[in-house]
């Protein structure tokens, strides 16, 4: 974990930020994704503005309603009549956590910008915590859910091994990459942008190992009311995306290093099993199958790879959003 800089004491707090309706700059934005959420919304709310009021600074609360079908953009609306420092933002349809995130990202005007679930999960009594850390010089400050309470098998194991896998790639040595819970500096996360699917992984995306990053253990609160949007259905499309972290980090600018060496992986497996199949007559017809057989799902992964980092350069290299707005709720004159 590299160590931060000490801050320079002479730059202003508040230089180059927005400012608010009453005319003070937003020192603290709070991004929160949700999704059929309408019994935590009041609750949390309640919660988060207790704990930003006691924070040096102003603040903004930005919630995107990403899709939700039943009350949780009503309750929302309710809330930013009563006050101007909540934002909502719609999307026309269930995007995701990562596009809900970086809408969020977007419309945030503080100068750090802070991330949560919207399920009562994350304790914003914590923040505090993430907030102190940064100002001692970091980019990022990450939760670490160090007293873990989900579920085992669907949870707990799979979170460990990729947190594992990860931190070897990235060569980003934290315990938690997957809590929504963290806090950036502005000018950090303004500059990442967020492929689908992969906001658990923002530290890795940009670090290569060199990014200011911290953490502090965060309380992990079991979900109270409403159903959880996780299952072990995740674990696969977690498997998935590190791929896709393992290509962007380590083979993005030698392709050849990573598609080189699964075709010499097949290469050897084939030729092993078709020598194999010359020796052992009764085998050949199945070994020649599983020869097939590799060789169609190594062809269909690299495929789906290569599709992947297409999409995902053609998006990043016309600014193409992964979002698309519906409303925005006390939305910015300076933004309208």
Request: proline share 3%; aromatic share 10%.
């Amino acid at each position: 974990m590299k160590k931060p800089p000490k801050e320079n004491k002479n730059i202003p707090d508040h230089e180059n930020s927005h400012y608010n309706r009453t005319g003070n700059s937003i020192k603290y934005s709070v991004v929160i994704p949700l999704f059929n959420e309408e019994e935590n919304i009041r609750i949390l709310y309640s919660k988060l503005k207790s704990v930003l009021n006691n924070l040096q600074g102003e603040h903004e609360i930005i919630y995107i309603d990403d899709g939700s079908d039943d009350r949780t953009f009503l309750i929302l609306e309710e809330i930013t009549n009563s006050d101007s420092s909540v934002h909502v933002i719609k999307l026309r349809k269930n995007f995701g956590q990562t596009a809900a995130l970086a809408a969020g990202f977007d419309f945030a005007t503080g100068d750090t910008i802070i991330s949560m679930d919207g399920d009562l999960q994350h304790d914003p009594e914590d923040i505090p915590k993430l907030v102190e850390k940064l100002h001692e010089g970091y980019e990022v400050v990450s939760g670490w859910r160090k007293t873990r309470k989900d579920n085992l098998l669907t949870r707990r194991f799979p979170s460990f091994i990729a947190n594992k896998i990860v931190a070897s790639i990235s060569g980003i040595h934290i315990h938690d990459f997957g809590t929504t819970l963290k806090a950036y500096r502005k000018e950090f996360i303004k500059k990442i942008y967020l492929y689908p699917g992969l906001h658990r992984f923002i530290p890795a995306l940009e670090g290569h190992g060199s990014i200011r990053i911290a953490e502090v253990p965060i309380k992990n609160i079991v979900r109270q009311k409403g159903r959880s949007n996780y299952g072990l259905s995740r674990v696969f499309r977690v498997i998935l995306d590190l791929l896709i972290i393992k290509y962007l980090v380590s083979y993005a600018n030698r392709p050849l290093h990573f598609f080189g060496l699964l075709g010499l992986i097949l290469f050897f497996i084939g030729t092993i099993c078709l020598a194999s199949g010359l020796f052992i007559k009764n085998l050949t017809a199945v070994l020649i199958l599983a020869t097939l057989f590799v060789s169609m799902g190594m062809n269909l992964l690299v495929i789906g790879i290569l599709a992947e980092l297409l999409l995902r350069f053609y998006s990043e290299s016309t600014g193409k959003k992964i979002y698309a707005i519906d409303i925005i709720l006390n939305q910015r004159i300076s933004d309208s």
